[in-house]
């Protein structure tokens, strides 16, 4: 059955064929005909009556002849094979070698056989009969274009194009000459005045970006293109925040457009990401110095599992390590990055270790079975409200961890020891952020230490919590003295637990989007850029630097929230609502990136600096911390209060304003 019906569509197929270009002959014939008519006829200024005899009787006797041989030429030249709806450069080449050999043989064969001809009736009759072949051809094309277009005008997305500079005209042309007609573009936007009131393929730049919204109004647009690849990510966040203020779909042209010269289209255009909202430049880092320091050594990330350390093996992955080692408690986290670098690297050597910073013996096996070179320790408990709730589990796992990770390193050679740091450890008002102040001190006591060669001292340390009957300090004194630094940054896009992925869950169920409160600010930066300037500061490290990272300018977080919404295609506190549930306990207005204390030191980075450490009694901070110590793995309710006492500027249970 199937078959008879492919038999039978076939056979409708080629008759329709039959018939179009029996027609098409037809008007081959028509047209050839009077091409060379109408060439004589102007020649004799359009009267009939003037046309001498001696040109008209060649004519006439000639023509059936040229008739013949043009429809032999055109079916040679297979003008009569093409399907002319899809008709393009090649049909439009066919028919000029058609039209072309046919007017060469009239030229030739008409001035032998009979008579020869005004030259302008050689030119016009040549020229005629070519236009004639083609506008019979492709009007069909056309009008099945115009028809679709008017078919399809009513379903099109009426779209503006933000920018008028060469990637705006070329997605524009794209639009026009694409066959979905999916969208159509009514208006240009531009910030050039001088192109203000000028059209681009009869579409009108109306103005600048302040026009944005009353132009979304007007011409009632439903989709807006942001096609200026070259622009400053500040310029961008702008456009995108008042274009956030309509309800039209956005899509932006990626920066690296800027470089490319053709193909930009629709499929060029993506959706606007959180990062283009932050409307901060890409860091771009010169990774050499990562590379000489990391190529051939063994490298230990602890939470190499969580979003920094994840990313930390990444980027340590591809600067060719003798070793990496992940170390990390949670074993799904750790195998999702084993398999990942398992396929990104299958050359990387790479060891995936399950094991807790908390626990000194696994510590000690790790570390003197695989010696590492560097360690860069992103081990840590983050979240605010947790660690408020449950102060003695910040402690030990922030404060102890990173103490016992630190003198591990010290007693098996390790080179350098690299702390992952937070601003929220600058004037802390919550117990993770005073954790992660004490760790930067740890790392200061450590590297003070080490570098007087008083080993004795970290090691009694050490034994008030965890038996260790092996330490030899004449050992230590002809080994590698380890430099520990400490790496200080914000939050960072995407990663577990931040407020991104948070508020994109919470537009998802419907709202609310929870916003603590309205002005309250954080300094963001990429996963990836963070990463790349940790590894530098790192390289940069002579001991008992605590590095900060420049992270650009704050971002209002219910700003943030609000064009989340807008992008998701929803009216704040119309579609989704938005509630402010008030700053959780410990939660600041805003971070700070250093201290009141701290002064800034310049590095070979302008996007990292040294901050000038804030000098303590170490004698004092040794004894405070091994009653902490003890006092965290009691679960005492004390814990604050100690902290407190141990650093300065941290204020338990207030919420900084």
């Not at 994109?504 to 963070?530: L, S, W």
Request: a neutral charge; proline letters at 4%.
């Amino acid at each position: 059955m199937k078959t008879k019906l492919k038999a039978q569509r076939r056979k409708f197929h080629i008759e329709t064929w039959r018939i179009a270009a029996a027609f098409l002959m037809i008007y081959d014939i028509m047209a050839v005909n009077l091409s060379y008519f109408v060439a004589l006829f102007f020649r004799f200024d359009g009267v009939f009556s003037q046309i001498p005899e001696k040109y008209m009787e060649p004519y006439t006797y000639f023509i059936p002849i040229y008739t013949v041989i043009c429809l032999c030429v055109f079916y040679f030249t297979r003008m009569y094979h093409s399907v002319w709806r899809y008709a393009g450069f090649t049909e439009l080449a066919r028919t000029a070698v058609g039209s072309a050999i046919a007017s060469i043989l009239h030229i030739i064969l008409i001035t032998l056989l009979f008579q020869r001809m005004p030259i302008s009736y050689y030119l016009w009759g040549a020229c005629l009969q070519f236009i004639s072949l083609v506008a019979a051809r492709f009007s069909y094309r056309y009008l099945r274009i115009e028809v679709e277009k008017r078919r399809n005008s009513k379903k099109a997305d009426r779209v503006m194009i933000v920018g008028a500079g060469t990637a705006g005209q070329m997605l524009l042309r794209s639009v026009i000459k694409t066959d979905k007609f999916s969208d159509k573009v009514f208006c240009l936007i531009d910030d050039d005045s001088n192109k203000w009131g000028r059209y681009i393929d009869n579409v009108p730049i109306v103005g600048g970006r302040e026009n944005i919204l009353q132009s979304v109004e007007k011409y009632r647009i439903e989709k807006i293109y942001i096609a200026i690849p070259s622009a400053p990510k500040s310029d961008i966040r702008d456009i995108i925040n008042v274009c956030s203020e309509t309800n039209c779909v956005l899509k932006l042209l990626p920066d690296f457009y800027q470089y490319v010269n053709e193909n930009i289209s629709i499929s060029s255009m993506k959706d606007v990401s959180p990062e283009d909202l932050l409307g901060r430049e890409p860091i771009e880092t010169d990774m050499k110095e990562v590379y000489d320091l990391i190529k051939g050594k063994t490298i230990l990330v602890t939470g190499g599992g969580g979003s920094i350390g994840s990313e930390l093996c990444r980027q340590i992955a591809a600067h060719e390590p003798k070793l990496l080692l992940i170390f990390d408690i949670y074993e799904n986290n750790a195998y999702e990055i084993q398999q990942e670098l398992k396929s990104e690297f299958p050359e990387l050597c790479f060891e995936t270790l399950i094991g807790s910073v908390r626990d000194s013996r696994r510590l000690n096996q790790v570390f003197s079975r695989y010696k590492p070179d560097i360690v860069y320790h992103a081990a840590a408990h983050k979240h605010v409200p947790l660690m408020e709730i449950s102060p003695c589990e910040a402690i030990k796992n922030n404060v102890i961890g990173t103490y016992k990770t630190a003198y591990a390193a010290m007693m098996n050679n390790c080179e350098r020891f690299v702390l992952i740091s937070t601003d929220k450890a600058v004037n802390p008002t919550n117990i993770m952020g005073a954790s992660k102040r004490l760790c930067e001190m740890v790392i200061q006591f450590f590297d003070k230490k080490v570098k007087e060669g008083t080993y004795e001292e970290i090691h009694k340390l050490f034994t008030h919590f965890e038996e260790n009957n092996s330490f030899n300090p004449d050992e230590l004194h002809d080994k590698v003295r380890t430099e520990y630094v400490a790496v200080r940054f914000g939050n960072v896009l995407g990663s577990n637990g931040s407020v991104i992925p948070l508020f994109k869950q919470q537009i998802k169920n419907g709202g609310p989007v929870r916003v603590t409160h309205p002005d309250i600010i954080r300094y963001f930066m990429t996963i990836p850029e963070a990463v790349s300037l940790v590894l530098l500061a790192g390289a940069y490290a002579n001991g008992g630097e605590i590095f900060v990272l420049d992270m650009g300018s704050p971002v209002n977080i219910d700003t943030l929230a609000r064009n989340l919404i807008r992008l998701s295609g929803f009216t704040p506190d119309v579609d989704i609502r938005i509630e402010y549930t008030g700053l959780r306990p410990g939660e600041k207005l805003y971070e700070e990136k250093l201290m009141q204390e701290e002064g800034l030191k310049r590095t070979p980075n302008k996007l990292i600096h040294i901050g000038n450490p804030v000098p303590f009694d170490t004698e004092v901070f040794q004894e405070d911390l091994s009653a902490l110590m003890l006092a965290a793995y009691e679960n005492t309710d004390r814990i604050a209060d100690m902290v407190e006492k141990m650093v300065p500027t941290y204020k338990k249970n207030q919420t900084k304003i």
